[in-house]
Every structure is written in structure tokens, then in C-alpha cells.
């Protein structure tokens, strides 16, 4: 069975995923009522079963229906899904996605997430060599 959270997601499968970690779980009818655009009830059916082969999604019989769930945690997901996000956009570079974070006019750090942010940068950095 592959990893949960291997290989890229499309933007349907992508959008399939972000309703199943809001929702905890749901059917293909729950799924298919917050997807922008709808496609066949038959198509997020597919679009599942893909997920399933994948090792993304879990499915189980509820009565007349099948439920589907992430199979990975959320925040294992939401790594993958940052490394891929780093990977693409900000050619693999962390600090150029973090000064992009920064950048961005509309948000404003707290002073606890500030804290967090520089005891992390402060932390030694284990393994590799000092620039």
C-alpha cells in the first residue's frame, strides 16, 4: 500500500482532501455539495477511489453508504503539503517562503507567534554546517 500523502494531489483531488480534513469524514454527496463547480456524483466517486489507491483516503460502510476519512493526520498532511508548496514556488527554499509569509501586508504576528518563530530560528541547527 503506497505512504499516505505520496505523490502530488490535483486541484480536484486537492479540494476533495481540504473538505475531508474540515469535515473529519463524509460521503461522496457531503463531498460533492462543497466542491466548487460539482462534477458527477460517478466523479468524485473516482476521483475517491484514486485517493484510496493512493493511500490518501479510507473508506468504511455506514449503512446504505460508504464514509470516506484522510487517512494521514492533518498535520502530517499539512507538512507534505507545505513541502510541496516550498518545492514549487520558492524553488525549495524555506527562507524564502518564511520571508514571504512575513511579507505579506495583511498579516500581523502576535507576540506568541513571534516568540515561537524565534526560538525556532535560535534553535542550533542539527547536522548541518554554519554558513
Known amino acids: 500500500m503506497p505512504k499516505p500523502g505520496s505523490g502530488a494531489l490535483t486541484r480536484r483531488?486537492?479540494?476533495?482532501?481540504?473538505?475531508?480534513?474540515?469535515?473529519?469524514?463524509?460521503?461522496?454527496?457531503?463531498?460533492?455539495s462543497e466542491l466548487p463547480a460539482p462534477p458527477s456524483a460517478s466523479s468524485v466517486r473516482k476521483l475517491l477511489e484514486i485517493l484510496m489507491e493512493r493511500g490518501h483516503v479510507a473508506r468504511e460502510y455506514d449503512g446504505p453508504r460508504f464514509v470516506y476519512s484522510p487517512r494521514a493526520d492533518e498535520q502530517s498532511?499539512?507538512?507534505s503539503a507545505l513541502r510541496q508548496l516550498v518545492r514549487t514556488f520558492?524553488?525549495?527554499?524555506?527562507?524564502?517562503?518564511?520571508?514571504?509569509?512575513?511579507?505579506?501586508?495583511d498579516v500581523e504576528l502576535s507576540d506568541a507567534e513571534y516568540r515561537r518563530l524565534s526560538r525556532l530560528l535560535d534553535q542550533p541547527r542539527s547536522g548541518r554546517e554554519e554558513p
Open 13 to 32: 483531488e486537492s479540494q476533495i482532501m481540504e473538505i475531508l480534513y474540515r469535515r473529519k469524514r463524509g460521503t461522496v454527496e457531503d463531498i460533492r
Open 90 to 105: 520558492f524553488d525549495g527554499s524555506p527562507a524564502a517562503t518564511f520571508a514571504a509569509l512575513l511579507d505579506i501586508s
Open 77 to 79: 498532511a499539512s507538512r
